[in-house]
T-cell receptor, first 114, second 115 residues
Framework: AQSVTQPDIHITVSEGASLELRCNYSYGATPYLFWYVQSPGQGLQLLLK??????LVQGIKGFEAEFKRSQSSFNLRKPSVHWSDAAEYFCAVAGRTGGFKTIFGAGTRLFVKA | NAGVTQTPKFRVLKTGQSMTLLCAQDMNHEYMYWYRQDPGMGLRLIHY???????AKGEVPDGYNVSRLKKQNFLLGLESAAPSQTSVYFC??????????????FGEGSRLTVL
């Protein structure tokens, strides 16, 4: 069965510091991987996606993520965090195996301190 | 440019009442999904559909039913609401991709409270 684990429930970083949010997945074939962001009281917005090819993918707002098959990971990074990045971040996995459904992790809430 | 539209946006029910949430998408997407979001639990898949006339169970299907009679619409029904179904419900759609669904396009959410 497909599943996603985001080990950190919440993370606090200083503005201007670098950020890495962890995501580990379980999936029986080559996965499609996604990161979404949700600001308080808002819907979900796609940050970036991995379907195939280059394992380092670039997204919006200066975010990037790296697919590491050997570690079953898809960690999200940003070199310099802005106060507006404070939000909840969700990693998700999808694919043909398991019926075309998209499964989410529990999320990581990011706090940014001045 | 509507995208994915959910109605209603807010609803309060009493235990045992029934209701239907409607999701409509205008992007001609094959896949449609219903999720519920609860604090600390992320988004959990209730039911989904990979095409008109088809539905499948997700992670937490109990107490819900769905129908997809038209490609653009995906209905989520609660036959007998329970307080445990108090949640924010999100509908999403996605396009057909070779290896699976593409990214999800979400509605704005429907906040349901069951007293």
């Amino acid at each position: 069965a497909q599943s996603v684990t985001q080990p950190d429930i919440h993370i606090t970083v200083s503005e201007g510091a670098s950020l890495e949010l962890r995501c580990n997945y379980s999936y029986g074939a080559t996965p499609y991987l996604f990161w979404y962001v949700q600001s308080p009281g808002q819907g979900l917005q796609l940050l970036l996606k991995y379907f195939s090819g280059d394992t380092l993918v670039q997204g919006i707002k200066g975010f990037e993520a790296e697919f590491k098959r050997s570690q079953s990971s898809f960690n999200l990074r940003k070199p310099s965090v802005h106060w507006s990045d404070a939000a909840e971040y969700f990693c998700a996995v999808a694919g043909r195996t398991g019926g075309f459904k998209t499964i989410f992790g529990a999320g990581t809430r990011l706090f940014v301190k001045a | 440019n509507a995208g994915v539209t959910q109605t209603p946006k807010f609803r309060v029910l009493k235990t045992g009442q029934s209701m239907t949430l409607l999701c409509a998408q205008d992007m001609n997407h094959e896949y449609m999904y219903w999720y519920r979001q609860d604090p600390g639990m992320g988004l959990r898949l209730i039911h989904y559909s990979v095409g008109e006339g088809t539905t499948a169970k997700g992670e937490v299907p109990d107490g819900y039913n769905v129908s997809r009679l038209k490609k653009q619409n995906f209905l989520l029904g609660l036959e007998s609401a329970a307080p445990s179904q108090t949640s924010v419900y999100f509908c999403a759609s996605s396009y057909l991709n070779y290896g699976g669904p593409g990214e999800l396009f979400f509605g704005e959410g429907s906040r349901l409270t069951v007293l």
